[in-house]
Nanobody
Framework: VQLVESGGGLVQPGGSLRLSCAASGSIFSINRMGWYRQAPGRERELVAAITFGGTTNYADSVKGRFTISSNAKNTVYLQMNSLKPEDTAVYFC??????????WGQGTQVTVSS
């Protein structure tokens, strides 16, 4: 499985970005996709995830600001609004198989700064 991410960049505080991730290859066993992030000196943390049945979960720090969605097949999106400097991190796309094996994208930088 290959994950291709797009949409990162530099944005001012209060701005918005939309991340996209498309999975290709042997995707038939994937049932959950999501986004994690890692800031310098910190551990990788879950931002948001969605099952292909539509169940979502979010980190408390992004609830009400970020929205995850998918096409229930191979693509996941993360709409990020009201961005804060503390959202600055490398964002990694994740795809999980039904046996809980994880695939990872290479990461896309999101920088929130004036």
């Amino acid at each position: 499985v290959q994950l291709v991410e797009s949409g990162g960049g530099l944005v001012q505080p209060g701005g918005s970005l939309r991340l996209s991730c498309a999975a290709s290859g042997s995707i038939f066993s994937i049932n959950r996709m999501g986004w994690y992030r890692q800031a310098p000196g910190r551990e990788r943390e879950l931002v948001a995830a969605i099952t292909f049945g539509g169940t979502t979960n979010y980190a408390d720090s992004v609830k009400g600001r970020f929205t995850i969605s998918s096409n229930a097949k191979n693509t996941v999106y993360l709409q990020m609004n009201s961005l804060k400097p503390e959202d600055t991190a490398v964002y990694f796309c994740n795809a999980q198989r039904t046996d809980r094996y994880n695939y990872w994208g290479q990461g896309t930088q999101v920088t929130v700064s004036s």
